[in-house]
DNA sequence: CGTTCATCCTGAGAGC
DNA sequence: TGCTCTCAGGATGAAC
């Protein structure tokens, strides 16, 4: 899925069915799920039982259960979607999904929340909860191993002005600046084409080459663009990308640039078109954001 | 240090 | 029908 808008309409979701529940049991089928729990899915699985959901939290594409033990104590559970991850709540007795990796059974008898992952990028870990010095001291902090994960556009801890400042030392592509987590979060492939096509720029042209402004304006139309398509319930091309109660988002109808190869673009009329970029395509009109110059062109 | 690339997976769809 | 190939909303560690 899952960039930003996806993610925050599944989290809205744990808020609204996880939270206030304690865990009673929680079971991972397989090894993957939890690989990135170093001590492996049976120690994740012990230390999940008999833990309070207290908060559902996210920071771009990462979600967190924030968990308070019998004693009080507070952990962090990280949950990633990776490229097809899904949280579905569901009756126990539901059919059992192909790709299911994670049940959770709570106290109260009501739906499990399941973890279904057809490609397995996706994943859980446990991590301690450390100070988030973007964030007001008295929230609950961010999980440590995700630390590194920058605010996200539609966080009151983000500053565009910081974030412009490290643009402008980028000599590198401007989309890749845009999909770097570590510079801003929440940003994929589908809201940095339509960012970029917002803001009439070329993904290939040099990030620092940007004027200040141009910079800002960009990073605005990455956070309205998130901002319209949070409204519409997120982006889904396919049965992928669900909510917790397994419904798609509408905002696909909605998109200026991605996956419009071939089509008129709506603000010129010229053919919109689809390049290779990082192993990957990318979508945008030859007209508006014109390629800088010397780059190579590579079909897709 | 900053930047780039290969890699982890499964399934859908195109082309033969 | 069935095979092969390409592609997909991502992140990471290793290599340059």
Redesign the pocket.
């Known amino acids: 899925?899952?960039?930003l808008p996806?993610v925050e309409v599944v989290r809205r979701g744990l808020h609204d069915h996880v939270v206030g529940r304690r865990i009673e049991t929680a079971d991972f089928l397989g090894a993957?799920v939890a690989r990135r729990h170093l001590p492996g899915p049976v120690d994740l699985a012990d230390r999940l039982r008999g833990n309070v959901v207290h908060e559902a939290q996210r920071r771009?594409?990462?979600l967190w259960l924030v968990l308070e033990a019998p004693d009080g104590h507070r952990q962090g559970l990280i949950i990633?979607l990776?490229?097809?991850g899904q949280l579905l709540v569901e009756a126990a007795d539901a059919r059992r999904e192909?790709?299911l990796h994670a049940i959770f059974d709570f106290a109260d008898g009501g739906p499990q929340l399941r973890f279904v992952d057809?490609?397995?990028?996706g994943g859980m870990a446990l991590a301690d909860l450390v100070p988030d010095v973007c964030r007001a001291p008295r929230t609950s902090g961010v999980p440590a191993?995700?630390a590194?994960?920058a605010p996200d556009p539609l966080e009151p801890a983000f500053d565009k002005g910081a974030v412009i400042a490290r643009l402008k030392?980028?000599?590198?592509?401007v989309k890749?600046s845009l999909?770097d987590?570590t510079l801003l979060?929440g940003?994929?492939?589908?809201y940095a084409d339509e960012a970029l096509w917002r803001a009439e720029t070329h993904g290939e042209r040099e990030a620092a080459s940007l004027s200040k402004p141009a910079l800002g304006r960009l990073i605005e139309h990455a956070r309205d663009v998130m901002f319209e398509a949070l409204g519409q319930g997120?982006?889904?091309?396919?049965s992928?990308?669900v909510n917790v109660n397994g419904a798609s988002g509408f905002f696909e109808r909605s998109l200026d640039a991605?996956g419009r190869e071939g089509r008129p673009c709506r603000r010129c009329g010229t053919l919109i078109r689809?390049e290779?970029f990082?192993?990957?395509?990318s979508f945008f009109c030859p007209r508006c954001q014109p390629r800088p110059r010397g780059t190579v062109i590579v079909l897709?």
């Open positions: 899925m899952p960039e996806e993957r771009g594409k990462y990633h990776g490229m097809s192909t790709h057809q490609r397995t990028f191993a995700i590194h994960i030392m980028r000599h590198t592509a890749r999909l987590q979060s940003i994929g492939n589908i997120g982006t889904s091309f396919d992928l990308y991605y689809r290779a990082m192993n990957r395509s897709r």
